[in-house]
C-alpha cells in the first residue's frame, strides 16, 4: 500500500465520492430549523457545509444569507455548483475554511449551522470557542453530532475496542476519545449559558432512505464510487468494513441535537 493510500481517511472518501451527509437526514435539519428559529432577515454560517444541502435549504426555502465554509475545496466546488444550480448563488456563498479558525469578525452571525463535522476535529474545545466568537450575542449555534449515551456505553464496555475503532474509522480524531452525548453535552454548556440537547437513536432504513432523498442519480453515483474505492483501496475498504460494524450496535448509535445560545 501506498503512502496516500495508508493516509486516506474517511473524509477523503467522501471527498472521493462527491457525497457528504450527517445522521438523522433532513428531519434531524428540521429540529435545527425550527429550533433556531430561522427567517429570511438571517445571516447564517454553515460549517463543515460538505456537499451545501443543508445551506442551499437555508437559502431557498427560508431566504437567509448564507455562507458555508469547508475545508476540502472538493466540498467547496460542490456547493458553489449546487447553489449555482439552484439559482441560489446570489444568497449561498462557499469558501475554504476550518472550523478552528474561522475567517470572519466576532459577532458576524445570527446563527451557525454545524451539522456532523465537530467529531472530526481534534480540539473541540477550539472549535466550539470558534462558533461561539462568531456568532451575535442573543444568537444560536445548532450542531449535530454522532454518538452514543453513556448509558450505551456502559451497556456495550465488553465492545469499548470495537466501538473506538468504529469512531476512529470515522475520522473522529477528538482529543477526549470518542465522545458520549453527555460529554458533549457538557462541552458545549462550557461554552455557551443555554444549551438544549437531545439525543435521537439512529434507524438504517430512515438512513438508507435519507440517502435516496437526494436523489436516486446521486445515490447511485455515490453508491457505484464508494464500490469501486472499496475495489481499488485497501484503506478505503477497511474504513467501510469498520464503519458498517456500526450496524451492530443498532439502537445505541445516533446523533445529539445541540442548541446553543450565547
Ligand atoms: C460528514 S460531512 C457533513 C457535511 C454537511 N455538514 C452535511 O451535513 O451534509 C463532514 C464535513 O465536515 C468537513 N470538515 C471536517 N473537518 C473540518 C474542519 N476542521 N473545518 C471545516 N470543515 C471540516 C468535511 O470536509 C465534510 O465536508
Redesign the pocket.
Known amino acids: 500500500m501506498g503512502d496516500s493510500e495508508k493516509n486516506f481517511s474517511?473524509?477523503d472518501m467522501?471527498?472521493s465520492t462527491g457525497y457528504?451527509?450527517?445522521i438523522g437526514g433532513k428531519a434531524a435539519?428540521d429540529i435545527l430549523i425550527e429550533k433556531a428559529k430561522i427567517n429570511p432577515d438571517m445571516k447564517v454560517l454553515?460549517?463543515?457545509?460538505?456537499?451545501?444541502?443543508?445551506s442551499c435549504r437555508l437559502a431557498g426555502d427560508h431566504g437567509c444569507a448564507v455562507t458555508g465554509?469547508?475545508?476540502?475545496p472538493?466540498?467547496v466546488e460542490k456547493s458553489s455548483a449546487l447553489a449555482k444550480k439552484l439559482r441560489l448563488d446570489g444568497k449561498a456563498k462557499f469558501l475554504q475554511?476550518?472550523?478552528?479558525e474561522l475567517p470572519f469578525e466576532d459577532n458576524s452571525f445570527d446563527a451557525v449551522?454545524?451539522?456532523?463535522?465537530t467529531?472530526?476535529?481534534e480540539d473541540v474545545a477550539k472549535?466550539i470557542s470558534e462558533y461561539r466568537r462568531v456568532v451575535k450575542p442573543g444568537g444560536i449555534v445548532c450542531d449535530?453530532e454522532v454518538c452514543i449515551t453513556r448509558a450505551s456505553n456502559e451497556k456495550l464496555k465488553d465492545d469499548i475496542k470495537d466501538l473506538e475503532e468504529i469512531f476512529n474509522a470515522f475520522?473522529s480524531k477528538t482529543s477526549q476519545g470518542y465522545m458520549t452525548y453527555e460529554d458533549w453535552k457538557e462541552t458545549f454548556k462550557k461554552h455557551f449559558p443555554t444549551v438544549e440537547a437531545s439525543h435521537y437513536v439512529a434507524d438504517p432504513q430512515v438512513e438508507l432512505e435519507a440517502k435516496k432523498a437526494d436523489g436516486m442519480g446521486t445515490f447511485l453515483i455515490s453508491t457505484l464510487k464508494t464500490m469501486w474505492l472499496y475495489a481499488t483501496n485497501p484503506e478505503a475498504k477497511r474504513i467501510i468494513d469498520t464503519t458498517q460494524k456500526m450496524y451492530k450496535y443498532v439502537g445505541h448509535f445516533g446523533y445529539g441535537l445541540f442548541v446553543c445560545r450565547k
Not at 47 to 54: E, L, Q
Not at 97 to 100: L, N
Not at 113 to 117: L, M
Open positions: 474517511y473524509l467522501l471527498a457528504a451527509r450527517h435539519t454553515d460549517v463543515g457545509c460538505g456537499i451545501g444541502k443543508t465554509i469547508d475545508i476540502m472538493a466540498m475554511g476550518d472550523a478552528r449551522f454545524v451539522e456532523s463535522v467529531i472530526f476535529v472549535a449535530n475520522s
